[in-house]
């Protein structure tokens, strides 16, 4: 009887490992993957998964801010930006196709938004949503 907002494992993971795969390949795994998790497991489906869209590069800076330049801070999956840039593509198709809804998070000039424009925009997608 009540709304819960959550971050996803599923939906995280779906992208982490379609992203291993050949792109003609993400639209059947993540239709397999949904019927797997969602259908035959039975785990919850989320009415709406929000993917903040921040491309690779904007993300680097945003990581090496966060270590101020520390590279031995960095986890496996930071330090490898084409890993980075497959996985982004990965999620960019699946908002494409419905899996997931994009915010953007960059402003005109492509630096990233504030975490309270941010959060405004989440906010007003829930409000309509739920």
């Not at 993300?59 to 270590?67: I, L, W």
């Amino acid at each position: 009887g009540g709304t819960v907002v959550a971050g996803r494992y599923t939906t995280s993971n779906a992208i982490h490992q379609a992203s291993k795969l050949s792109p003609d390949k993400w639209k059947p795994f993540l239709d397999w993957l949904y019927d797997f998790e969602f259908d035959k497991l039975g785990l919850p489906r989320p009415d709406a998964v929000l993917f903040l869209d921040v491309p690779p590069s904007a993300a680097v800076k945003q990581v090496e801010k966060r270590y101020d330049g520390d590279e031995t801070k960095k986890d496996i999956h930071e330090k490898d930006l084409s890993y980075l840039e497959k996985c982004y593509k990965t999620a960019t198709f699946a908002c494409d196709h419905g899996y997931m809804r994009r915010i953007e998070c960059l402003d005109s000039d492509g630096n990233v938004k504030s975490v309270d424009e941010i959060a405004d925009t989440i906010y007003e997608i829930v409000k309509k949503e739920f």
